[in-house]
């Protein structure tokens, strides 16, 4: 054990109250750690928005104690499906009943994010280890010896045996230890939730559906039993682009899509109000920790959202986390140094991943017919066995043994 007695008795800080940090919190009070985490919100909560989640999420829950409480709050849906939104032809259909449930072990589903995160809190709560300070923006980080010292933005400094870097995709722990430029995608996403009674009968579908056109990709799914629906629209911006969060306006989302089918161009005129984002991602690295520093999800892997994996992966690293430093006896530069052995290669073939299905999407022209090809005839067999490496992920397992 490389920590010494007097740095034992300080908490981990955990930087960033998202899903990643707040998972990460629950993974490390369960291995028997206080900790602390430090949110720049005023109030630990979510965006708005629903989540696709695969089985590799439901794996995770199960390893942090809260499966239950998740899968109580999840829609199941029957397939994912896609149709080329210019001639609504059906390019693919994935079934996630049963079949795809005995595969993996767990379901697909998709779920409001505020639920994810309310189950992880009352996850935490179990746990009377776990303080939160929300306000609180962390501003610069130090190491000495065994403890890590942040300072926050009221120039109040909190000390630590170590520090996570939960702190999203503009991650001020890793502008300090790897300061590496954002890839900005030049892709706009809208996202809206739409009550039950003002979404299209004709499109009330139990499904995680995607609509693939030139440039663009619509995606709908129901939320809370089925009672809302989340809706999410992406295009290639003609603007020169800047990573962040606006207003939208619909009559920027209505300018990119005047070649969209009539069906799927019902779902950009439902929402009354949107958020525009701009999105980006980042060259994967191969080093997340730095003494007693490392980072975990978006922080670490920040990724375009065409798989709809990067709160997965967050909470997958949570769990490996917690993993490495049992497998570690808690001696925190060992266990990092597996924790993230055991997790750049998969998180970085989801980010290489995610920006290739970005290009199938948005096919045009002769690329569009290949895309439309594709998996034709495919079984769902054929499929299940392509997402093994993704949806087979297993917290038993989830360790490096190189
Ligand atoms: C359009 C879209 C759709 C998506 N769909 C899916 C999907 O279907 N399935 C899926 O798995 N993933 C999806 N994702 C990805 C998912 O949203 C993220 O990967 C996930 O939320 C990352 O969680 P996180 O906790 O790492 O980061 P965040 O959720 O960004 O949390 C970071 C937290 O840190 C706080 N913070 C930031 N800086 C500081 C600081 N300096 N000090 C203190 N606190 C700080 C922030 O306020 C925030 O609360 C999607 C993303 C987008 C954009």
Redesign the pocket.
């Known amino acids: 054990m490389s920590t010494s007695i007097s740095s034992r008795a300080l908490p981990v800080l955990v930087?960033?109250?998202?899903?990643?940090?707040v998972a990460a919190a629950l993974a490390l009070a369960r291995q028997g750690f206080a900790v602390k985490v430090?949110?720049?919100?005023p109030q630990l909560g979510?965006i708005g928005?629903?989540?696709?989640?695969?089985p590799n999420?439901f794996a995770a829950f199960d390893a942090l104690g809260i499966g239950e409480l998740a899968r109580g709050r999840a829609v199941y849906t029957d397939e994912m499906v896609m149709h080329d939104a210019l001639d609504e032809r059906l390019v693919g259909r994935i079934p996630t009943g049963e079949a795809f449930r005995a595969r993996f072990g767990n379901p697909y589903a998709v779920i409001h994010?505020a639920d994810i995160h309310t189950s992880l809190l009352e996850g935490a709560r179990t746990h009377g280890q776990i303080e939160t300070l929300t306000g609180?923006?962390?501003?610069a980080v130090q190491q000495e010896g065994d403890t890590v010292t942040v300072r926050?933005q009221h120039g109040q400094v909190h000390v630590g045996q170590a520090l996570i870097g939960?702190?999203?995709?503009?991650?001020?722990v890793r502008q300090q230890y790897v300061g590496d430029a954002a890839r900005v995608s030049g892709h706009v996403?809208y996202?809206a939730v739409v009550e039950k009674n003002d979404f299209p009968e004709d499109l009330r579908w139990n499904a995680a559906s995607i609509w693939v056109g030139p440039n663009y990709h619509l995606v709908h799914y129901p939320l809370r039993g089925g009672e809302q629906y989340n809706v999410?629209v992406?295009f290639h911006s003609r603007e020169q682009e800047e990573w962040g969060v606006r207003e939208g306006s619909r009559q920027e989302v209505q300018s990119y899509y005047r070649d969209c089918c009539p069906r799927a161009r019902q779902l950009i005129d439902l929402p009354k109000s949107w958020k525009r984002?701009a999105?980006a991602d980042r060259e994967p690295i191969g080093q997340w920790s730095f003494g007693r520093a490392t980072l975990?999800?978006?922080?670490a892997h920040?990724?375009l959202?065409y798989i709809?994996?990067?709160?997965?992966?967050?909470l997958e690293d949570a769990v490996t986390l917690g993993q490495a430093l049992k497998r570690c006896g808690n001696d925190w530069p060992q266990a990092l140094r597996l924790y993230e052995r055991s997790r750049i290669a998969r998180t970085a073939r989801v980010v290489l991943s995610a920006r290739e299905m970005g290009r199938i999407f948005h096919a045009s022209g002769v690329e569009r017919l290949v895309r439309n090809d594709l998996w034709k005839g495919r079984t769902p067999q054929r499929f299940y066995d392509a997402m093994e490496w993704l949806y087979g992920w297993k917290a038993e397992t989830c360790l490096s043994e190189d």
């Open positions: 930087a960033g109250g998202g899903i990643g940090g430090l949110e720049q919100a979510e928005a629903g989540i696709q989640l695969g999420a994010r609180t923006r962390i501003e926050d939960a702190d999203g995709v503009k991650s001020v996403v996202r999410v992406t984002w999105t975990l999800g978006d922080a920040p990724t959202q709809a994996q990067g709160a997965c992966m967050a």
